[in-house]
């Protein structure tokens, strides 16, 4: 009897595993069968997991978006995003290998191509955004230029406010021993070359670069230093700076907590500017070409999500998550639904203050690149003359428009996006002269540009020789 028994608990033991197997066996199978199908089938993808780093700031949408949205998952990528202390560990986690793309500054993988700071062969296949930086000064600082700028009929300020207005402010401090002290991000972020293209603009010196001095302060009138984005209102509060340029959502927070005033956006220093990249390794790349033309896919789907106004609300509540940006929605929208506050109450229709798709904002324009390279130049971090065709040289090396038309003429197949969004471009925009000073840049002559400012480094290198 006791053998019997051990004979049918064996045979239930053989029916229960045998189920079980081809339980897991139907599942996996239905996996496969309930595959989504909308994910591409046009990409062999060579690598799907996939982790991509950022900064808390409201340009990283994109990112957040591309993984809410699904359209990460679309072709066939399962993608971390995970949020970055600073910009350094931004850029030495891509290098290194830890991250396999990141949010980064336009200057970041510029620079490491052109010799300043850490070199490495990074390249950008997106842009992320256009605009949404502003310039941010203390209240106290506010009180004194107030009287320096004109006013409209409704008694509010005239914009744009120029530098000229912080000009005397500047000597005040000066004259009661304190050095004028503003931060920004980065030394090559755009946020520093704005700050220093709108001081300079005013005849104010923000301090040169030299190949042994990296501080950036050599005859400064302002000394510039390095805050990390989140830290910004908290400095500025505390005294350590008395202004600042940053991105969003930070300019909003110092006006939300009643510490500071944003006197101008980067869309009045030069309007439409590109802002914030996604870089790969330049090994990346060339080991995944097709996981790289669906990273981009992705994100060109997410940044014309994001350019549709009836989105905005919900990408708000998208970047208020912990994960993500974290400020308080209220703080996001000020600037992502069309508006920007400057003086408290003082908010103003700005629809253009983040772009994220039309202008062609996703294309990575080798002309952008370029104007980066032209202020490294010019403030010494680039500290020796280069000749003209250099620029465009090292330039073709990062920014990487081939990769970003594989992926929207992907998209245009698919019907995601019209024909009619691919620029028809060498890669150049057409010279503009859309800057504070009125100043004219044409990508195509980085010398004649370099050589226009008062400020700065002059370039002396023969043209056309190497």
Not at 59 to 67: R, V
Not at 165 to 173: C, F, T
Request: charged residues 25%.
């Amino acid at each position: 009897m006791k053998i019997l028994n051990l004979h049918l608990i064996a045979a239930i033991g053989v029916i229960l595993m045998t189920s079980c197997s081809k339980s897991k066996k139907d599942t996996t199978k239905n996996i496969a069968v309930n595959e989504p199908s909308n994910v591409s089938k046009q990409l062999t993808i060579e690598k799907p997991q996939l982790t991509f780093g950022f900064i808390k700031l409201t340009d990283m949408a994109p990112l957040a978006i591309a993984k809410e949205k699904g359209f990460f998952e679309d072709e066939g990528l399962f993608v971390s995003v995970e949020a970055q202390s600073n910009w350094k560990n931004v850029l030495d986690r891509v290098i290194d290998g830890q991250l396999d793309g990141s949010h980064m500054l336009a200057g970041q993988p510029i620079a490491a191509g052109a010799g300043f700071g850490r070199q490495a062969k990074l390249v950008t296949p997106f842009s992320m955004d256009l605009n949404g930086n502003g310039i941010t000064v203390s209240n106290d600082v506010w009180s004194k230029m107030k009287p320096n700028i004109p006013k409209g009929e409704n008694g509010k300020p005239i914009h744009p406010i120029k530098a000229d207005a912080l000009k005397p402010v500047i000597e005040d401090y000066k004259n009661s021993g304190k050095a004028f002290k503003m931060g920004m991000v980065f030394p090559v972020s755009t946020h520093n070359y704005e700050i220093r293209y709108w001081l300079a603009a005013a005849g104010i010196h923000p301090g040169m670069y030299t190949k042994d001095n990296v501080q950036g302060q050599i005859d400064a009138e302002v000394l510039l230093s390095v805050t990390p984005p989140p830290q910004m209102p908290a400095t500025l509060e505390a005294g350590t700076i008395y202004g600042y340029c940053v991105g969003e959502p930070w300019n909003q927070q110092a006006v939300f907590k009643g510490i500071g005033v944003p006197v101008t956006t980067n869309y009045d220093i030069w309007k439409n500017n590109p802002e914030k990249v996604f870089v790969m390794t330049e090994k990346f790349v060339e080991e995944n070409p097709n996981t790289a033309i669906a990273v981009t896919k992705a994100l060109i789907k997410a940044g014309k999500w994001l350019d549709n106004p009836a989105n905005r609300k919900e990408a708000v509540k998208i970047l208020s998550m912990s994960q993500y940006v974290g400020a308080d929605e209220i703080v996001l929208a000020n600037s992502m639904t069309g508006t920007f506050e400057f003086e408290k109450g003082d908010k103003r229709e700005m629809p253009d203050f983040n772009v994220f798709y039309k202008y062609n904002a996703t294309y990575p324009f080798y002309s952008d690149g370029i104007w980066f390279l032209t202020q490294m130049r010019r403030w010494g971090q680039i500290p020796e003359s280069k000749p003209q065709d250099w620029y465009s040289e090292t330039i073709k090396n990062i920014y990487r428009p081939d990769i970003w038309r594989k992926a929207a003429s992907l998209l245009v197949k698919e019907g995601a996006i019209p024909a009619s969004d691919i620029p028809d471009t060498d890669g150049y925009k057409s010279p503009t002269a859309d800057f504070i000073d009125g100043k004219a840049y044409d990508a195509k002559d980085p010398i004649g540009y370099i050589n226009s400012f008062k400020i700065g480094n002059k370039e002396s290198a023969p043209q056309g020789e190497l």
